[in-house]
C-alpha cells in the first residue's frame, strides 16, 4: 500500500485563504506517494487524527517564521508572518520528531526545523550577512542560480553521489546558528547552510532549495522524493 504524506497548506494572508502548488503533490504522487493537504488548523486534536493517521510530512516553503519564536524582535526587513501558520507547524513537527516520522522540510521547512530545535535565522541575508550570491532570485524559478556543496559525510552526498549540485534560491532568510542536533549537509560558496539533517532520527532532512520548482524529471527530485518515501 502506498504511504500517505501529510502536506502543510500555504497561506494567502491578503486573500485569507489556503492555497497549494501542485508539484509538491505532482512529486510525491509520481514517486510513489499519496499526498494529502492538511487542514489549516491550530486545533491539536483535529491535527493529532493526522498525525497518527499520514507515514511522513513535506513542509512547503512559504512566509518567513516570526523572529520572535527565536528569541529576536523582527526587523523592517522581515516578512509579515502567519502566526496560525507557525502554531499549527510548529505544534506538528515537534510531534513528527517526536514520533519518529519521516519528514522533508523545503525552504521554509528547513528554517522551522531550525527554529524548532533551537536554531535561530538571519531575518534577511542582505542586510545581514556578507555575500556576493543572490540567494532570492527572479523567476522563473525553474533554473539554477547558484551551486551547492554536499559535505562528504552528509546523507545528501550518498544519495546523489555528487560533490557539487545546482539549485535555484528563492529566499531572503537562512539558517544562522544551527540547532545543537541537526547537521548540516550541503552549504553554499559563500556558507550559508543549504540543507540539514537530524542523524539519530529515521529520516528528517530539509532543503533551502525549491525542488517543487525543478518538476518531476530531474535525477535529483527523483532519488530524493524516492529516499523520503521508503522511509514512510
Same mark, same amino acid.
Given at each position: 500500500?502506498?504511504?500517505?504524506?501529510?502536506?502543510?497548506?500555504? !497561506?494567502?494572508?491578503?486573500?485569507?485563504?489556503?492555497?497549494?502548488?501542485?508539484?509538491?503533490?505532482?512529486?510525491?504522487?509520481?514517486?510513489?506517494?499519496?499526498?494529502?493537504?492538511?487542514?489549516?488548523?491550530?486545533?491539536?486534536?483535529?491535527?493529532?487524527?493526522?498525525?497518527?493517521?499520514?507515514?511522513?510530512?513535506?513542509?512547503?516553503?512559504? =512566509?518567513?517564521?516570526?523572529?520572535?519564536?527565536?528569541?529576536?524582535?523582527?526587523?523592517?526587513?522581515?516578512?509579515?508572518?502567519?502566526?496560525?501558520?507557525?502554531?499549527?507547524?510548529?505544534?506538528?513537527? =515537534?510531534?513528527?520528531?517526536?514520533?519518529?516520522?519521516?519528514?522533508?522540510?523545503?525552504?521554509?521547512?528547513?528554517?522551522?526545523?531550525?527554529?524548532?530545535?533551537?536554531?535561530?535565522?538571519?531575518?534577511?541575508?542582505?542586510?545581514?550577512?556578507?555575500?556576493?550570491?543572490? +540567494?532570492?532570485?527572479?523567476?522563473?524559478?525553474?533554473?539554477? =542560480? +547558484?551551486?551547492?556543496?554536499?559535505?562528504?559525510?552528509?546523507? /545528501? !552526498?550518498?544519495? /546523489?553521489?555528487?560533490?557539487?549540485?545546482?539549485?535555484?534560491?528563492? +529566499?531572503? =532568510?537562512?539558517?544562522?546558528?544551527?540547532?545543537?542536533?541537526?547537521?548540516?549537509?550541503?552549504?553554499?560558496?559563500?556558507?550559508?547552510?543549504?540543507?540539514?539533517?537530524?542523524?539519530?532520527?529515521?529520516?528528517?532532512?530539509?532543503?533551502?532549495?525549491h525542488p517543487e520548482f525543478f518538476g518531476t524529471d530531474t535525477v535529483v527530485n527523483e532519488r530524493?522524493?524516492?529516499?523520503?518515501?521508503?522511509?514512510?
Amino acid at each position: 500500500m502506498k504511504p500517505v504524506i501529510g502536506v502543510m497548506p500555504l !497561506f494567502d494572508n491578503q486573500k485569507d485563504s489556503i492555497w497549494m502548488l501542485p508539484a509538491y503533490l505532482d512529486l510525491l504522487e509520481k514517486y510513489g506517494a499519496i499526498p494529502l493537504i492538511l487542514p489549516f488548523t491550530t486545533n491539536q486534536e483535529n491535527l493529532d487524527y493526522f498525525l497518527g493517521q499520514c507515514d511522513g510530512f513535506l513542509f512547503t516553503g512559504g =512566509q518567513d517564521v516570526s523572529p520572535e519564536l527565536y528569541g529576536t524582535l523582527p526587523s523592517e526587513l522581515s516578512g509579515e508572518p502567519c502566526l496560525k501558520r507557525d502554531k499549527m507547524e510548529i505544534y506538528c513537527m =515537534q510531534k513528527v520528531i517526536a514520533m519518529d516520522k519521516p519528514l522533508l522540510g523545503i525552504c521554509r521547512g528547513i528554517q522551522v526545523l531550525n527554529v524548532v530545535n533551537g536554531g535561530t535565522l538571519y531575518q534577511d541575508i542582505a542586510a545581514e550577512y556578507s555575500t556576493q550570491i543572490a +540567494h532570492d532570485m527572479t523567476a522563473p524559478y525553474d533554473r539554477v =542560480q +547558484h551551486s551547492v556543496k554536499l559535505l562528504k559525510e552528509g546523507p /545528501l !552526498f550518498q544519495l /546523489l553521489e555528487k560533490e557539487n549540485l545546482g539549485v535555484n534560491s528563492y +529566499h531572503h =532568510q537562512a539558517i544562522k546558528d544551527l540547532a545543537p542536533n541537526l547537521e548540516a549537509t550541503a552549504l553554499s560558496a559563500d556558507d550559508l547552510i543549504e540543507a540539514v539533517y537530524m542523524p539519530d532520527k529515521k529520516f528528517v532532512w530539509a532543503v533551502q532549495w525549491h525542488p517543487e520548482f525543478f518538476g518531476t524529471d530531474t535525477v535529483v527530485n527523483e532519488r530524493l522524493f524516492k529516499a523520503f518515501i521508503a522511509k514512510c
